[in-house]
């Protein structure tokens, strides 16, 4: 049997894709609530392809408890943000989840990291607890590091298809491991050691990070010399050893705008490019703000409270809030008193900010300016009910004329 702890984001696809695909499942999670909605039927959050998968391994008998598991193997998808002032990983949830596995383990588990971790994590964290509960780690208890690459909104099509990493003391734990991902995942399962797994899950994410924040510091060049950095982005990228990403208003959800500061903490002097590629993603909701400020001026428009944000998550599709461009620039706006901006995303369900819509027609009806800063499929199909405002489109997807761009 395998526990999954954590049902969030990864741990969640993760358990119902293994239940899904013959192995018994239970899925662990600390939040009383969370477990009643599965146990309920439900689903925690949306996502392509989640619900049909979600049938698919309570058919098979998943079962969730807030309870740990006695058991041989656990797979552990727990949080793991990072401190904001020392810029390093916060363990405390892989490690809680850690120490609560070693109060029910017998001799001989293997216990899976799936959260994304700063390289040497396992080591300073996870083998003390293990050594410090009576335990022999490679002998009474097999550590390994397997971290998830799914993208949220194709996260079900990932699950299957990535290849994936995983990090083990010893080779046989690594089959044994690989095994057990083999259930479903078709993409290539390459062994290693764990601090190696560790490093490249974070290196991935830092890639992404740099690439965009290329495209966002060349749309700053651009405008500050009137050219058109979509025009300049689409000609380079014919170039075939050249693919520059999407500029947009910043790095919002919580891998990418968040893993590299693990590298910039622990190595501080050498984490130059990608601290640099942190502060200018960072620095694009204050941008946003900047092109909202100077567009109003262009347009005579002088009431803050007619300008409207459309999305409010942090990318196109997903239902996902955590460290989202909107919620920066609401933020931003706030320090500087600018109130009463209308805000609408069809995916978000909660109030969650002030002057919040739900119904997009009421929304537009409220709204002289829109700034699309997110692509939902909602606003693509809706376009042309835009016509007439003052748009600033963030992300390049508006086609109606006089539309002003980052
Ligand atoms: N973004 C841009 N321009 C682009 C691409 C993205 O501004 O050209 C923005 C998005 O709007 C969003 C942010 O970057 O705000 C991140 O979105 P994303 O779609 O690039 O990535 P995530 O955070 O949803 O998922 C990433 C993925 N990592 C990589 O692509 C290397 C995913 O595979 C990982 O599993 C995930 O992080 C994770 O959990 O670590």
Redesign the pocket.
Known sequence: MINVIGLG??GLPTALMLASHGMEVVGTDYNKELVTQLNTGHTTFEERGLDELFKAAVNAGIKFSHEYQKTDMYIVAVPTPYDKRSKKLDARYVVMAVKEIMKVCPKGATVVLES?VSPGTVEKYIRPIVEESGFVTGRDIHLAHA???????NMVY?LKH?ARTVGTDNICIAEKVKEVYSSFCKGEIVTTDIRTAEMT?VV??T???I??AY??ELTKICRSDNMDVYEIIRIANKHPRVNI?????????????V?PWFLVGDYPGLANIILAARKI?DS?PEFVLERIHDIMKEKGLKDVSRVGLYGLT???D?D?IR???TLQILECMEKHLAGGVKVYDPWVKRNIVANQYHDFEAFLRDVDMVVIL??HSEIREKMEMLRGKVILDT?KICTLPDTCRL
């Open positions: 984001y990864i994304t971290p998830e690459r799914i993208i949220p909104g990932e990535n899950k991935e994410n890639f992404r990070d690439n965009i495209a966002n990403l999407s500029p947009g208003p910043g790095v919002g959800g919580h891998c990418i705008s893993d993603n694009m942090y990318k196109e997903v996902d460290e989202s461009p997110v692509g992300r």
